[in-house]
């Protein structure tokens, strides 16, 4: 018990937390936007996927090329945002120009990506399992001015991986684009009331097709964390069910604030079942069963609350 609250007061588990809940929370942007514009990602995992494999692979290549890392990694940057949207054009296309179920392509390009990263990491590092000898990057760590100073607070937030203020500030400019703006407007009458969209001469279409992209964008920069912050090599399958949750975490929150509060409950429970690994004498299956665990009860308790209301 000592032990759990000695973790619980300390800045190193606080930091990981927040660390954990980051590519989960750009994910969860990324499902938001596309939700409101009336069309579900179920793609994000294949997303997140490629997107890890992506900046592992143009960053070790440009590597290789001798490139300047700033520039490697604005130009990585920009190939894993682009791979995202390609994803999301594909679900895009099938589901709006084919008429396709968007939850069927979703799941088709989910498991096309899992399949694909495992050949494509043949092809580029002559490994199925891991590209452990493939020399990549990684986004730098940023140390905050006076922030870092501050006891406890600075040692959590300062110090963190470029990539976890671009997740926490999308919270933000998601926030203002979907309140403040003409482009967030369209995105949610598309989703709340289609015709009526389309009787002022917008194309639906059109409108959550931007959607798609942009979550598609999003998502593989969250997948991109995996292997570009958290570590600095691609295993296939490395998400390990990120963009369902992501998925999970938007319908529980319903905003961005809201699903930022849903991811950071899922960053904790990752954390904890880590750390309870190294002094517990419970089980390590049901440890690292934790996370997934938590998220279900916590749908589950969502779910049941949404059905009283209606009832009421």
Request: proline letters at 4%.
């Amino acid at each position: 018990m000592d032990n759990l609250i000695n973790l619980f007061l300390s800045a190193d588990f606080w930091f990981t937390v927040i660390k954990l809940t980051t590519p989960i929370l750009l994910a969860t942007m990324g499902a938001h936007i596309a939700l409101r514009a009336g069309v579900i990602n179920i793609g994000l995992e294949g997303i997140m996927l490629v997107g890890a494999f992506t900046g592992v692979i143009v960053s070790g290549k440009l590597f290789l090329l001798g490139v300047p890392i700033p520039i490697n990694l604005l130009i990585s940057v920009i190939a894993i945002i682009v791979s995202g949207m390609l994803g999301g054009f594909f679900i895009g296309f099938f589901h709006l120009k084919l008429n396709s179920d968007i939850g069927i392509t979703g799941l088709a390009y989910n498991m096309v990506a899992s399949g694909l990263t495992v050949f494509l990491l043949f092809v580029f590092v002559g490994d199925k399992g891991a590209s452990y000898t493939y020399k990549s990057l990684a986004f730098p760590t940023i140390e905050i001015p006076l922030i870092k100073s501050i006891p406890f607070i600075g040692e959590i937030i300062s110090g963190q991986n470029l990539l976890v203020y671009i997740a926490f500030l999308s919270v933000i400019i998601m926030t203002f684009v979907m309140k403040k703006t003409v482009f967030g407007l369209r995105i949610r009458a598309t989703g709340e009331n289609p015709k009526a969209v389309q009787s002022v001469g917008i194309s639906v279409k059109k409108v959550q097709m931007t959607a798609l992209l942009i979550s598609g964008g999003l998502a593989a920069l969250g997948g991109a964390f995996l292997s570009m912050g958290f570590v600095e090599y691609f295993v296939p399958e490395m998400t390990a069910g990120r963009g369902f949750i992501a998925l999970t975490a938007n319908t529980m929150g319903g905003t961005p604030v809201g699903g930022m509060l849903v991811t950071l409950l899922f960053g904790f429970a990752n954390a904890l079942s880590i750390s309870l690994q190294l002094f517990s004498t419970i089980p390590i299956q049901f440890i690292s069963m934790l996370p997934y665990l938590l998220t279900l009860i916590a749908l589950v308790f969502f779910s049941w609350r949404k059905m009283k209301r209606n009832v009421k």
